[in-house]
């Protein structure tokens, strides 16, 4: 067997247990460069990045949703969908121990702990995305079928447009 190059995360693990092939997309980090700094990196569409949101309810249950890179989510409209009152970005600590990964490198696959994952629809038309491989500089290339397969996601229509 041959040693690979690339970081074996939690992540990495996952998607290669279910048997998805990927690819790897290290870069440069930034702090807080978000996902315009590692689409830039790459040279492909922020849109087709997908960001990995660990976000909790107003009784504190956290729950991940994905989205596009260029795209923000709606926490009323996702409340609205999940019946609660609230839904708000965890603190990056608290993400940090839900998740099992450190905040700007939160891959949704090997999540430390269960919790529902939401997918904003339109992420399922691409035909191929970038997420977070399980470490900051690192991402994995996929078809979104594949993601759909691993995680079973909740459809979700949520994205606003961050600039508008």
């Known amino acids: 067997m041959t040693r690979d190059k ?3 995360t939690p992540a990495v693990r996952v998607l290669r247990e279910h048997g998805v092939e990927f690819s790897h997309h290290p870069y440069a980090y930034e702090e807080r460069g978000g996902t315009e700094v590692s689409a830039r990196e790459l040279g492909v569409d922020e849109h087709a990045v997908i960001k990995t ?5 107003e009784r504190k249950r956290p729950l991940c949703v994905l989205m596009h890179g260029d795209r923000a989510v709606s926490t009323k409209n996702l409340a609205r969908h999940l019946a609660v009152k609230t839904v708000a970005p965890c603190a990056p600590a608290v993400a940090d121990r839900h998740s099992g990964y450190q905040v700007g490198g939160t891959s949704p696959f090997g999540l430390k702990r269960a919790m529902p994952v939401y997918l904003e629809r339109t992420i399922a ?7 977070n491989g399980g470490r900051r500089g690192y991402l994995v290339g996929l078809d979104p079928a594949d993601l759909i397969r691993v995680l079973q996601p909740q459809l979700v229509d949520v994205a606003v447009d961050p600039h508008a």
Do not use: A, K
Request: hydrophobic share 45%.
């Open 125 to 131: 038309d691409l035909p191929r995305i970038y997420v």
């Open 6 to 8: 690339h970081s074996v």
């Open 53 to 57: 949101l660990i976000m909790e309810d």
